[in-house]
């Protein structure tokens, strides 16, 4: 089992700055994947924001390429999204997730809003 547990969401105007971090716990081996999803309101299903490997390897959404980064600490279990110029558009709730030993799983949400 893998616990995660998000942090750093809350409420920043358009052009600003907000940094996620995940860190995840349990009882697991190797982190394959760690990666952002978001669900804006109304919408029924999560998109892709970014993902990571183990290796550091990088995948984007094409709507945040160039304002968001996604990096991890692989000793502290933690992924971490930088997101930066941010829009109303961007205003969701993002979720971590991992993939280990052929599963996934899913933190609880991190509110992000963005307004003026």
């Known amino acids: 089992q893998v616990q995660l547990v998000e942090s750093g969401g809350g409420l920043v105007q358009p052009g600003g700055s907000l940094r996620l971090s995940c860190v995840a716990s349990?009882?697991?081996?190797?982190?394959?994947?760690m990666g952002w999803y978001r669900q804006a309101p109304g919408q029924q299903q999560r998109e892709l924001v970014a993902?990571?490997?183990?290796?550091?390897?990088?995948n984007y959404a094409d709507s945040v390429k160039g304002r968001f980064t996604v990096s991890r600490d692989n000793a502290k279990n933690t992924v971490y999204l930088q997101m930066n110029a941010l829009k109303s558009e961007d205003t969701a709730v993002y979720y971590c997730?991992?993939?280990?030993?052929?599963?996934?799983?899913w933190g609880q949400g991190a509110q992000v809003t963005v307004s003026s």
């Open positions: 997730r991992a993939v280990t030993g052929g599963r996934f799983y």
């Open positions: 349990g009882s697991f081996f190797n982190l394959n994947l």
């Open positions: 993902t990571i490997t183990s290796g550091s390897t990088t």
